[in-house]
């Protein structure tokens, strides 16, 4: 076990799942014949940078938020106002807007972290709604429900324009955001924030502050959400309250359930399924959301644990079963 | 000089004392056992003298630091490592990553060197996993090191709850009721891993009903009734005291006398009778 051959090694979920990610993310423009299909792939990887932070808090460190469209929110018009009416280079403003979020989150996040369960959750949408109505309401800046015009994103004087450019973009930086994740997951820190799901006094008692690493854990997963919302803001080149309200948190709560929590690749799939089926199920008109709702009861009945560790473990029983059906044939 | 220090203790839950103007020093290297009946307060004495409770009054000095109000993971971080009587093993992982949480304070680096996972971080991992695996060993269970903890049976999970606070290289590991479920048999090794980890140095405070196991391996024991001090002293001396006995019968029961004046039968008996 402490000396492993290399190819077990690559094979490991850590690895091997990056391996698999990188080579979709390479593989995928084959199948994309036009712009309206890397328009889906960019939100799909915007999404799934949102949900891999978020599944670092709910998934593995086990605390809710339903408000983390919030911190998507105040990412995307953090810098639509200062790249577009304060004429900051847009990376300066993401950078600025980050930071700013961060600590807003960090504010938010000690005081409210103390709450469990359904508390946390009613808190957490309160910090959401909050957001929101700051957006809708502080016009001037805003631009209010009709919402802000985006300069496009440039880094020195190259203009990232067109789906293609972006969906490398997008693409590398959720590649980052997965390999972010995956370190934290498997450090003394990231054990501890699995710990404290489970038990906090049984945390607390080998040494962990539970509190310190929820806020921590909080932080983190606002600013994977504040740097998805300011890449969206620019891409898009407009932004409305819309990707703020509550609607879109739940969103981004559900496709860290759909695709398996406490799972990255999970999250990733979770975000893909959930952004690309309203669109595949265009043909079905007006019964689509019925479908679509249908086929999320459906997933959580046969699935329970969310589609990537359910099918993980079916994969995982049948190989043990092999195994022991070679064993009593011997 | 003691390890640990209370000094007039006391926790109120509402109206209601549940430990109450309590003072007894523990010696480094011992084995001190707190035994009592049901209600006495023995586990809620475990939570203040760990920080899980706050106390109303009086303070806790561990190794010369006063300790009184703080965390748990302060408590934990100057030595002082605890299991519980209601398992509070982390199950959504393997065995052997919940020993190596109990490695955390020895392992944690800063956030951006674990986000980058230098290289520093990668070799301590390895050593931590090795490290971990050798306590599993240690308290006897080599055959979970890769099992889930939500697979393992209850005899083995209370060991694996040990394993995980002698990770912590504490200087003091409290027990509560390690031997409470386990089968005959399992108690019996009990007996033998106290011993072992006083060997290591750790001074152990037991919280147990299984009175062979407590006249068997304490070198002080302390009788809490109501949440105060009813006897403290060595094993022999405990054992035949009148009071105790009287606490665990009820007066009447005890002054009839046929269930015999040593605790260790009284205690059956009236484990039996609880029943």
């Known amino acids: ?330 | 000089m003691s390890l640990l220090r209370v000094e007039c203790l006391s926790k109120k839950f509402g109206g209601v004392n549940a430990i109450d103007d309590l003072s007894f020093d523990i010696p480094p290297g011992a084995v001190y056992s707190i035994i009592g009946p049901n209600g006495a307060g023995k586990t809620t004495l475990l939570n203040l003298l760990t920080g899980v409770y706050v106390p109303s009054a009086g303070s806790i000095v561990f190794d010369g630091h006063d300790l009184t109000g703080r965390a748990p993971y302060e408590y934990a971080s100057h030595g002082v490592a605890r299991t519980f009587q209601n398992l509070q093993v982390f199950f959504n992982m393997s065995a052997l990553e919940n020993v190596m949480v109990g490695r955390y304070m020895h392992e944690r680096c800063g956030l951006a060197s674990t986000l980058m996972r230098m290289p520093r971080l990668s070799r301590t991992e390895r050593a931590c996993r090795e490290e971990a695996a050798e306590l599993l060993r240690y308290v006897g269970l080599r055959d979970y090191l890769s099992v889930g903890a939500d697979a393992m049976p209850y005899g083995a999970l209370k060991r694996l709850e040990i394993a995980r606070a002698l990770a912590t290289r504490p200087k003091l590991m409290l027990l509560d009721e390690p031997a409470a479920g386990l089968n005959p048999t399992e108690a019996l090794e009990l007996d033998d891993l106290i011993g072992r980890l006083t060997g290591r140095g750790v001074t152990v405070v037991l919280v147990e009903h299984n009175m062979r196991l407590v006249m068997g391996v304490s070198d002080n024991i302390l009788v809490l009734d109501y949440g105060r001090k009813l006897a403290e002293g060595p094993a022999l001396s405990v054992r035949n005291d009148p009071k105790v006995i009287e606490a665990y019968l009820g007066s009447d029961i005890a002054r009839d006398g046929s269930y015999g004046k040593d605790i260790a039968d009284v205690v059956s008996v009236a484990v039996e009778m609880h029943r």
């Open chain 1, 1 to 330: 076990m402490q000396s492993r051959p290399i190819l077990v090694g690559l094979a490991s979920p850590r690895t091997g799942g990056m391996l698999a990610l990188a080579g979709v993310i390479a593989l995928l423009p084959l199948f994309l014949s036009n712009k309206y299909f890397y328009d889906i792939v960019v939100l799909v990887g915007l999404n799934a940078i949102v949900c891999v932070g978020l599944n670092l808090l709910i998934g593995y460190a086990g605390q809710i938020s339903l408000g983390h469209a919030g911190f998507f929110g105040a990412g995307a018009y953090g810098s639509a106002i200062l790249a577009s009416r304060f004429g900051w280079p847009p990376i300066a403003a993401m950078l600025a807007t980050t930071l700013a979020v961060a600590l807003l989150a960090y504010l938010v996040g000690r005081p409210i972290l103390r709450l469990k369960g359904h508390y946390l959750a009613m808190a957490t949408l309160g910090m959401g709604i909050i957001v929101f109505m700051v957006i809708t309401t502080e016009d001037a800046y805003t631009g209010g429900p009709d919402g802000i015009a985006v300069v496009p994103f440039s880094i020195g004087g190259y203009v990232l324009q067109g789906e293609r450019v972006w969906y490398w973009v997008v693409g590398a930086l959720l590649l980052l955001a997965v390999w972010l994740a995956q370190n934290l997951i498997d450090s003394p820190a990231g054990r501890a924030l699995r710990a404290l799901h489970s038990s906090e006094v049984g945390a607390e008692v080998v040494g962990i502050n539970a509190a310190k690493h929820k806020v921590m854990v909080f932080v983190i997963s606002a600013v994977f959400a504040s740097v998805a919302g300011s890449l969206a803001a620019h891409y898009s080149g407009f932004i409305t309250p819309g990707k703020a309200t509550f609607l879109h948190s739940i969103e981004l709560v559900t496709m860290v359930v759909f695709g398996g929590m406490a799972s990255t690749f999970g999250a990733v799939v979770g975000a893909a399924v959930l952004t690309t089926l309203p669109q595949l199920l265009a043909v079905f008109e007006d019964y689509e959301m019925m479908v679509f709702g249908a086929v999320m009861m459906g997933t959580m009945i046969f699935l329970p644990r969310g589609v990537v560790p359910s099918i993980a473990r079916l994969f995982q029983a049948r190989s043990k079963q092999q195994i022991g059906d070679k064993e009593s044939g011997a």
